[in-house]
């Protein structure tokens, strides 16, 4: 149906975004021979299945062992996703990767030719609004004045750091008694960590899933931001909260890690080189929640000015139009 509506030219171009099949991508080719076609990567298979971990992926991949933390049927299907997408990338003339992580998962593991390679960041436009007063914010909310309130928002599944940031909440609540942490996400989904959740549940605010115009409220009220993803792909929400002036936390997973640094632009809380060792990385979430609250306001603030810079330089809607302009231009 598309060739009714669109001629073939050499100056055409496709767009695809996520993972279309092989076989969609081959009709594409077959009916529009002239086209190129550009698929931008925004997340692979092994991801949430590996929870961000290269050093797994290199054993699966490079080296055909399946580790002992991995079950049978997940090292299938990381084979059969791994196969998925080289056939994506040898079709399309151009393979766009959102983070220096991927592009170099793309050119060392996925064997990506560099003539087919682009890293391009993702944009992000800022919150038009001005900014809440935080005194405001928590008395529409019915938060409390000395409350210590971190703030997580996104899709509750394991690969977001839910477990360990659960466990690193509920024990921080033994020395800081005033602190909870808001989970702006899918109830349904929470209920998968019932078993966690219950005897903890006083550590946390759980709000269900929150427009994103109604996400600055929360922000408002909150001391610190968090995103402690084992893999994310650009990590929205930490720019979120960061361009709402909270100071964040974030893992070293994936791209999160090309993205903040410790006393640079955020608190890291590290992952540790053994993704199953939750204990390990909750922790870690813990201690950094701590260092941020504790952190002087000349820190939180020079944090802040460092966010401010990259938001509207590096990851500035206007930087990633004239990555994409140069890129599109180097192939029509």
Known sequence: MLDAHIIDSYRNIFMLNHSPCADFIKALKE???????????HDQGWCSALLGSRKLLEKIILHNKRPASISKATY??????????????????????ISPFMESVMKDIYKVPDHKRAMIYNGYTRFADRKMHRKTARRILGIGDDEEIVVFAGRPVRHKGIIPLLYAAHALR??????RCVMCG???TFANYAPIIRNKAS????TGQVPRVELPLWYAAADIGIMPSYSEPFGYSAIEMADRGLPVIVSDGTAL?????????????KIGDDVTKTDVFANEIALAIARALDSPKSTIKRLKKRNDELIDTRYSSATMR???LSMLRSIV
Request: net charge negative; aromatic share 16%.
């Open 76 to 97: 299938r299907n990381i084979l059969e996703y791994h196969k998925s997408e080289t056939d994506i990338y040898e079709l399309v003339d151009k393979v766009v990767s």
């Open 322 to 324: 004239d990555g994409y």
């Open 174 to 179: 033994k020395y800081r008694p005033n602190l």
């Open 186 to 188: 899918d109830m349904a």
């Open 203 to 206: 550590a946390f605010i759980f």
């Open 257 to 269: 890690a090309d993205m903040y640094h410790e006393s640079e632009n955020a608190f890291v809380a």
């Open 31 to 41: 009916r529009f021979p002239k086209t190129k076609i550009v698929f931008t990567v």
